[in-house]
C-alpha cells in the first residue's frame, strides 16, 4: 500500500510539473510574442491579425479542421507544408506564386520536387470558396495551414498568430528558384541567402529548426557520403550516423528516395534538431554548416532549449512570412491555387 500511494504520489508530481511546466511555456511564449506584436504591422501595414475577422470569419476554424484531418491521416504533411511556405516566401516572397500549375513553373524547379502538401492547400480553398467566395488569398492560405501543420497539431493550440492580407501573385518561373538556400551551402551562402530576403543570423538558425520534421531528397545528402563509386564522408558528420544515412541512401539511391532530416525524432517538432546538430548528426551540409561559425554554434546551443526554440522560431516565422509580400490593390485573389485568375 505505502509504494503504491508512493507511486500515485509521484505520478501527482508529475502531472503539476508538466503543467507547471507548460504554464510557464506559455508565459514565456506570450511574452515575447506580446512584447514583439506592436512593431510587427508597422514594418508590413499592409498585413494584419484577424484581416479577415469580417469578411471569412470563420477562416481560422476551416484552415485548421482540414489541416489537422489530413495531418492526421498523413503525418509527413507537417513537414511538407512547411517547406512548402519556406520556399514560397524565398522566392518572388510570399505569394503562393509555387502553387501555380503553368509552364516552367516553380514547382518543377529540381529543388521544389520534393514539396509537396498541394493537395491540403487545394481542399482548404475548396472549403473557403464555398463559405467566403474570393475573400481569402491562396498566400495566407499556405502560410496559416504551415503553423497549423507542424506545430498546431502536434500542441492542439497556436504558438504564433498569423498576420494575413496577403495577395497572390501572377508570376510563377523555375528560374527565379536559385534564391532558394543549397542543402549543399557553406555558412556564409546560407548567410547571404536569408540576408537578401531581409532576415538576419537569428532568423538563420530558428528557421533552421524546421528540419526537426521532413525529409530531404538522398541526392541532397549522398554528396556527404561518397565521391563516385567509393565512401567518402564529410568529415563534419558523425561516423555512426553516416552509417545510417548510408543504409537508408546507399550508393546509388533510386530515383526519389528521401531521408528523415532528423534521425531521432523524424515526425515530431520539437528542439531534438540542435541537440542533433551538436553531436555533427546534420543530416545536410547546410545543417553542419551552422556549427562552422561561433555565433551560429552558440545560438544552436540556446535553442536545444525548447522553450526558446519555439519563440525564436514563432518569431522567425512571422518575419518570414513578411518577405515582399503583396497587399492592398497589388496582386489577385485566386479562386483556384493553381491558376492565375482572368
Same mark, same amino acid.
Given at each position: 500500500?505505502?509504494?503504491?500511494?508512493?507511486?500515485?504520489?509521484?505520478?501527482?508530481?508529475?502531472?503539476?510539473?508538466?503543467?507547471?511546466?507548460?504554464?510557464?511555456?506559455?508565459?514565456?511564449?506570450?511574452?515575447? %510574442?506580446?512584447?514583439?506584436?506592436?512593431?510587427?504591422?508597422? =514594418?508590413?501595414?499592409?498585413?494584419?491579425?484577424? /484581416?479577415?475577422?469580417?469578411? +471569412?470569419?470563420?477562416?481560422?476554424?476551416?484552415?485548421?479542421?482540414?489541416?489537422?484531418?489530413?495531418?492526421?491521416?498523413?503525418?509527413?504533411?507537417?513537414?511538407? %507544408?512547411?517547406?512548402?511556405?519556406?520556399?514560397?516566401? /524565398?522566392?518572388?516572397?510570399? #505569394?503562393?506564386?509555387?502553387?501555380?500549375?503553368?509552364?516552367?513553373? @516553380?514547382?518543377?524547379?529540381?529543388?521544389? %520536387?520534393?514539396?509537396?502538401?498541394? @493537395?491540403?492547400?487545394?481542399?482548404?480553398?475548396?472549403?473557403?470558396?464555398?463559405?467566403?467566395?474570393?475573400?481569402?488569398? +491562396?498566400?495566407?492560405?499556405?502560410?496559416?495551414?504551415?503553423?497549423?501543420?507542424?506545430? *498546431?497539431?502536434?500542441?492542439?493550440? *497556436?504558438?504564433?498568430?498569423? @498576420?494575413?492580407?496577403?495577395?497572390?501573385?501572377?508570376?510563377?518561373?523555375?528560374?527565379?528558384?536559385?534564391?532558394?538556400? *543549397?542543402?549543399?551551402?557553406?555558412?556564409?551562402?546560407?548567410?547571404?541567402? /536569408?540576408?537578401?530576403?531581409?532576415?538576419?543570423?537569428? #532568423?538563420?538558425?530558428?528557421?533552421?529548426?524546421?528540419?526537426?520534421?521532413?525529409?530531404?531528397?538522398?541526392?541532397?545528402?549522398?554528396?556527404?557520403?561518397?565521391?563516385?563509386?567509393?565512401?567518402?564522408?564529410?568529415?563534419?558528420?558523425?561516423?555512426?550516423?553516416?552509417?545510417?544515412?548510408?543504409?537508408?541512401?546507399?550508393?546509388?539511391?533510386?530515383?526519389?528516395?528521401?531521408?528523415?532530416?532528423?534521425?531521432?525524432?523524424?515526425?515530431?517538432?520539437?528542439? *531534438?534538431?540542435?541537440?542533433?546538430?551538436?553531436?555533427?548528426?546534420?543530416?545536410?551540409?547546410?545543417?553542419?554548416?551552422?556549427?562552422?561559425?561561433?555565433?551560429?554554434?552558440?545560438?544552436?546551443?540556446?535553442? =536545444?532549449?525548447?522553450?526558446?526554440?519555439?519563440?525564436?522560431?514563432?518569431?522567425?516565422?512571422?518575419?518570414?512570412?513578411?518577405? #515582399?509580400?503583396?497587399?492592398?490593390?497589388?496582386?489577385?485573389?485566386?479562386?483556384? +491555387?493553381?491558376?492565375?485568375?482572368?
Amino acid at each position: 500500500m505505502r509504494s503504491q500511494r508512493q507511486a500515485t504520489a509521484g505520478r501527482g508530481r508529475w502531472r503539476v510539473g508538466a503543467t507547471a511546466w507548460w504554464c510557464w511555456a506559455a508565459v514565456v511564449l506570450g511574452h515575447l %510574442l506580446t512584447c514583439a506584436r506592436a512593431g510587427l504591422l508597422e =514594418t508590413n501595414p499592409g498585413l494584419a491579425y484577424n /484581416f479577415y475577422a469580417k469578411t +471569412c470569419p470563420n477562416l481560422d476554424n476551416i484552415v485548421r479542421t482540414v489541416t489537422w484531418q489530413q495531418v492526421a491521416a498523413n503525418p509527413a504533411l507537417a513537414g511538407r %507544408l512547411l517547406r512548402l511556405h519556406f520556399h514560397d516566401c /524565398f522566392v518572388n516572397g510570399c #505569394d503562393a506564386s509555387i502553387l501555380l500549375d503553368v509552364a516552367q513553373s @516553380e514547382k518543377t524547379a529540381g529543388p521544389n %520536387l520534393s514539396v509537396g502538401g498541394y @493537395e491540403v492547400i487545394d481542399a482548404i480553398k475548396t472549403q473557403l470558396e464555398q463559405t467566403c467566395p474570393g475573400v481569402v488569398s +491562396c498566400a495566407d492560405i499556405v502560410a496559416l495551414a504551415a503553423r497549423d501543420a507542424a506545430v *498546431s497539431y502536434q500542441f492542439k493550440a *497556436s504558438l504564433w498568430q498569423v @498576420e494575413t492580407g496577403r495577395r497572390d501573385g501572377t508570376v510563377s518561373l523555375a528560374s527565379n528558384t536559385g534564391a532558394l538556400p *543549397s542543402p549543399f551551402a557553406g555558412f556564409n551562402g546560407l548567410l547571404t541567402s /536569408f540576408s537578401n530576403r531581409g532576415l538576419n543570423l537569428t #532568423d538563420l538558425v530558428a528557421l533552421s529548426g524546421a528540419h526537426t520534421i521532413g525529409v530531404a531528397s538522398c541526392s541532397s545528402v549522398t554528396p556527404r557520403l561518397y565521391q563516385g563509386n567509393a565512401t567518402a564522408v564529410d568529415p563534419l558528420l558523425n561516423a555512426a550516423y553516416a552509417k545510417t544515412l548510408m543504409n537508408t541512401c546507399p550508393n546509388p539511391s533510386p530515383a526519389g528516395s528521401t531521408v528523415n532530416l532528423d534521425g531521432g525524432t523524424p515526425v515530431k517538432f520539437d528542439s *531534438s534538431y540542435f541537440v542533433n546538430l551538436q553531436k555533427n548528426q546534420g543530416t545536410l551540409a547546410s545543417d553542419a554548416a551552422l556549427m562552422q561559425n561561433a555565433a551560429a554554434a552558440q545560438m544552436v546551443q540556446d535553442l =536545444t532549449n525548447p522553450i526558446k526554440f519555439y519563440a525564436a522560431f514563432s518569431m522567425s516565422m512571422k518575419k518570414m512570412g513578411r518577405v #515582399d509580400v503583396l497587399t492592398g490593390t497589388k496582386g489577385q485573389i485566386r479562386k483556384q +491555387c493553381r491558376q492565375v485568375g482572368s
